[in-house]
């Protein structure tokens, strides 16, 4: 992994939302934890492990779920 690599990633995890505020987020524009799941390939139980802080996305999972909330605060943020 380069050094660019390493701090995109970095930059990546300190944008990532608390669990809890990731569920609300999800909750608030009014998608399951089956639609995340699907819109970044993984299962469900995934989504239900990262709103509960078991465990966090990593690889090439977490940019698009960072992406994907960074949305979802934008859409719940509209009147």
Known sequence: MT???AL????????LPSPSA???LR???GLSQ???AQEL?????????WESGVR???GATLRPYV?????????????
């Open 8 to 15: 995109e990633l970095a930059r990546l995890r300190r944008h």
């Open 22 to 24: 990731r569920r609300r």
């Open 41 to 49: 390939g993984v299962d469900r139980a995934a989504v239900s492990r």
């Open 67 to 79: 992406e994907l909330l960074e949305r979802l605060a934008r859409e719940a943020a509209q009147p």
């Open 34 to 36: 089956e639609q995340i």
């Open 3 to 5: 050094l660019d690599d």
């Open 56 to 58: 966090s996305p990593r």
């Open 27 to 29: 909750e608030r524009v």
